[in-house]
Structures are given as C-alpha cells and as structure tokens.
C-alpha cells in the first residue's frame, strides 16, 4: 500500500527497528506507538475494509501489548514465525518490522571474514512471514509496510520477479 500519510511514520532509514521502538516506547505519551496503532488501524479498516477474521499483522514480539488495537489485536502473527499454515485464510497484512541483522553476529561474522547481506536477510524474514497468509494458496493480499526500507526491499524483489517472468 503506498499511502504517503501511513508511509510517513517509516520515513527513516532504521524507523520501526527494534531500536526504534526501544527509543519510541521512552518517550512521553509514546506519540510514535500511539501514530503507529493509528496507522495500522486505518490501514485495516479505511483502505482495506477488512474484518479481524482476514487480518495477520506483526510488530516485535515484545511491543505487541502496547501496539494492538481495536480490530485487529486477535489478528497478531509474531514476525520470525515459521510452518504454520493456520494463517492461510488472512489476506490483509500489516507488517511494522524494519528487520536488521543482529549487531554482535555480524560483527563475529565480519571477523571471520564473512559477509552478511543485511538487506537480503531482511527480505527473506519478510517474505517468510507473508507467505504464512493466503499468498501460499495464490490468492490476492494487501499488505501495510511502514517502514520505507522495508517497503523497497519487498518492491525491488517482485519487480526482480515479474522482470525473470517476462524473459522466460
């Protein structure tokens, strides 16, 4: 969904990062939680018109209490979840991660000389987490990503697809 309004709140580079929300949940009133629950609401309810039975949505695990909502609580599938298949009917998806590798395993790796390709593992949580929707039975979704590094990622690889499609 690209909608500069919801988009806005993923605007920076390491936005919506595990960090982010760390620094987010310090500050008085928690203005960017409260924008971010306003945001996934409105995704659900004002442009995807969905009901709370068609709906999966993902934050870290350890900001989901403060950042569920009317509508859409029941509807929380943890971003790193893996083999499950209960989610298959979802079709409408928020997905409020910004995924990077964590610091100190990059860091052993860069020592022992190995690169870690941040942004393609990032791709790869994402795309493991939409596949657990209705995607797996091809069926049609929308999906809200906020974050903006996020959202190109996801976009640069199914341009990457439909461009290996119209070769083949």
Not at 24 to 34: D, F, L, N
Not at 72 to 83: E, H, I, K, Q, W
Not at 110 to 117: F, L, M, S
Request: aromatic fraction near 14%.
């Amino acid at each position: 969904m690209d909608d500069p309004n919801l988009n806005e709140i993923g605007d920076s580079r390491y936005s919506l990062s595990s960090s982010w929300f760390e620094r987010a949940m310090k500050k008085r009133g928690k203005p960017q939680i409260e924008q971010l629950k306003k945001n996934i609401y409105n995704a659900f309810r004002n442009k995807f018109n969905s009901e709370s039975g068609r709906i999966i949505w993902t934050v870290y695990k350890n900001y989901k209490d403060v950042v569920k909502g009317k509508g859409y609580t029941n509807g929380f599938l943890s971003c790193n979840v893996r083999a499950t298949n209960a989610y298959r009917n979802r079709d409408c998806l928020a997905y409020c991660v910004n995924i990077f590798y964590n610091p100190l395993m990059k860091s052993y790796f860069a020592d022992q000389g190995i690169e870690v390709r941040e942004d393609k593992y990032a791709l790869s949580e994402m795309i493991q987490w939409i596949w657990r929707s209705a995607i797996r039975d091809g069926k049609e979704i929308w999906i809200y990503v906020p974050s903006k590094r996020m959202r190109e990622l996801l976009e640069g690889w199914l341009k990457e697809l439909s461009e290996c499609k119209a070769e083949h």
